[in-house]
């Protein structure tokens, strides 16, 4: 990451964290999906970019409850808590070449993404989502009815580099 996206990146996390009602001090909670059918090497990197970069931003980021989301195809998506500690240095995804070549194979949707996050992760005050854009959004309909009434607030979705909030999800047509 090199400076311009980091100071986009933390002033994207910054208008998350103030929207009206959501962050209002203690223990933080984030999810962080991270998308398989990226190469374990660009993975490992950018979560541990990611992490140190929110780390160096503010203190609110030293106590943390961290949900790794492993999203890998609709119907086999992993969720667990890990400390951000160790997904920063990689150790969160020992198990990536356990994931069959068929699996990536299987196309997965933003839409069904949603719908977990919508269903599991809720009280997350940031969901951040890195993929490398090897997705289908799915029914637009049920994709911004997930998003509604407060996901699309929360969320970030990097792909590739380029950093789009909730917002613009709502509004982008693929």
Excluded at 6 to 22: S, Y
Excluded at 97 to 104: Q, R
Aim: net charge neutral; aromatic share 8%; hydrophobic share 40%.
């Amino acid at each position: 990451m090199n400076a311009v996206e980091k100071m986009q990146f933390k002033n994207h996390i910054e208008r998350i964290l103030h929207v009206p009602g959501n962050y209002n001090g203690g223990i933080l909670e984030i999810a962080l999906v991270c998308d398989y059918h990226m190469p374990q090497d660009e993975l490992k990197d950018r979560t541990g970019e990611l992490i140190g970069c929110m780390k160096m931003q503010s203190e609110v980021f030293r106590n943390v409850r961290l949900n790794v989301i492993k999203w890998i195809t609709d119907n086999r998506i992993i969720k667990e808590v890990t400390p951000m500690a160790y997904v920063q240095m990689g150790k969160a995804f020992e198990d990536y070449n356990t994931v069959k070549a068929e699996d990536l194979e299987t196309p997965k949707t933003l839409q069904e993404l949603a719908r977990q996050l919508k269903l599991f992760y809720a009280r997350s005050k940031i969901v951040i989502v890195l993929t490398d854009g090897s997705y289908e959004r799915g029914d637009e309909t049920l994709l911004k009815q997930h998003l509604h009434p407060f996901l699309y607030r929360k969320i970030l979705l990097v792909e590739n580099g380029v950093m789009l909030s909730g917002r613009a999800l709502l509004t982008e047509k693929s």
